[in-house]
């Protein structure tokens, strides 16, 4: 089975400190997207990438960034944390059509 | 972008029963997928159909899409009590079919 791991499952970080949130898959996978999802709002797309060092923007990337130096891993960053950015971040990866998502990193900014 | 919305929010039923969720979505699509998910853990998928399909069937689901009325709906049959958990639909956003949209989920709770 294909796994996908986020690096922390909670994390409390400081306003304005950067965070990075890792994510990594095991089955060569060319997608990879991070989504940030909270209550009444549903999941909304931050970014994707189709390969190495390739990256688009989802729907609200303001106040994120990505790095994908090598295929299996994909990292979102917080520039300067916000505490409206506190939210629960789920990763997730696929082939072609179908994903497989990480249990998600629980993300409190205080 | 495109988004799918699923209704109703919330659903409520026994063992036994069957549960029905819908999907509306805005534009054309390539495909359409349901994930569910359990609380605070990540979404799992369940089953996709293709913009050239009507509908799919996989263990006790059953999915149907209606492009015409850009709609789907999800029904599993007998439910479980495991089956509690949030249902997501989900429809891709770039021509590729791969980057996904979804709503904002139907949660499902099935007693016992």
């Known amino acids: 089975d294909v796994k996908v791991t986020q690096s922390s499952r909670y994390l409390v970080k400081r306003t304005g400190e950067k965070v990075f949130l890792e994510c990594v898959q095991d089955?060569?996978?060319?997608?990879m997207f991070w989504y940030r999802q909270d209550p009444g709002l549903g999941l909304r797309l931050i970014y994707f990438?189709?390969?190495?060092?390739?990256?688009e923007k989802g729907d609200i990337p303001e106040g994120y960034s990505v790095s994908r130096e090598k295929k299996e891993r994909f990292s979102l960053i917080l520039e300067s944390a916000s505490t409206n950015q506190t939210s629960m971040y789920l990763c997730?990866?696929?082939?072609?059509?179908?994903?497989?998502f990480g249990s998600g990193t629980r993300l409190t900014v205080v | 972008s495109q988004q799918g919305e699923e209704d109703p929010q919330a659903l409520s039923i026994q063992e036994g029963e069957n549960a029905t969720m819908n999907c509306s979505y805005k534009?054309?699509?390539?495909?359409l997928q349901w994930y569910r998910q359990n609380s605070g853990r990540g979404l799992v998928h369940l089953i996709l159909?293709?913009?050239?399909?009507r509908e799919k069937h996989s263990g006790r689901l059953r999915v149907t899409l209606d492009t015409s009325k850009k709609s789907s709906s999800l029904l599993i049959t007998a439910s479980r009590a495991a089956d509690t958990a949030s249902y997501f639909c989900?429809?891709?956003?770039?021509?590729?079919?791969?980057?996904?949209?979804f709503g904002k989920g139907t949660t499902l709770s099935v007693s016992s």
């Open positions: 997730a990866s696929s082939l072609l059509y179908g994903y497989t």
């Open positions: 089955m060569d996978h060319e997608n």
């Open positions: 990438s189709y390969d190495v060092k390739m990256k």
């Open positions: 534009t054309s699509i390539n495909n």
């Open positions: 159909i293709r913009s050239n399909e």
């Open positions: 989900a429809t891709a956003v770039n021509q590729a079919g791969t980057a996904l949209i």
